[in-house]
């Protein structure tokens, strides 16, 4: 009896450490790709939002040649809680796109925000790449009609107010603000948290670290 026993544990242990080894090993054996689609990804809504024209059916590796190549980015107050990661075009820059990481209603928003790279005022373009928003209500803020609205609005008014989404069927008129996504009042408010977190970042910098060649 004790000899089953001791079989059945030892079964069990092992079928264990099976269990365990077989998602380790795969992480690692596709680690390397995770992070080459991560980087391409990345690389893809930057390029989007500093609104460049280039052949988005180029090849993976021309895409990421081209991107290094061309994009500058830039590390302000680098491994402070007020750091800000900045990327922007070599050659006569008309746009800095910022990335931004905030807590939404269900799970963090990613994306990034382009201003203008004189005085970091004007939206130029904005677009959200992961999120866990609801589908079909908060979840729009990933869509082409809601990012398409920020364009041409005031991100840091002269007064220091900063873009906010307005209530939805507002009807705003303000520069610095939208009309909000009916049924995602919550996403709304969480995405002005983001901006007002990401305007104190950029107005405490030194306007001189903020500088992109203009």
Known sequence: MKRKNAYTIFYAILLGL?????????????????DANKK?????????????KYDKAMPSQELVTYFESSVEKKMVNEGSPDMLTLYFMKT?????????IGAGLWGKIYGYIALDPVEFRTIKAFTVYRHEETPGLGGEIEKTWFKDLFKGKTFITPEGEVFRVARPGAGTTKPNEIDGISGATLTGNKLNTIFKTLKDKIVKINKEELHVGQ
């Not at 998602?23 to 995770?34: E, L, M, R, V």
């Not at 391409?40 to 460049?52: H, I, M, P, R």
Request: hydrophobic fraction near 45%.
């Open 40 to 52: 391409l990804d990345e690389y893809k809504n930057v390029l989007e939002v500093l609104g460049t």
């Open 92 to 100: 006569n820059p008309d746009a800095v796109a910022i990335n931004f």
């Open 18 to 34: 099976a269990c365990a080894a077989i998602p380790t090993g795969w992480k690692i054996c596709t680690q390397s790709f995770y």
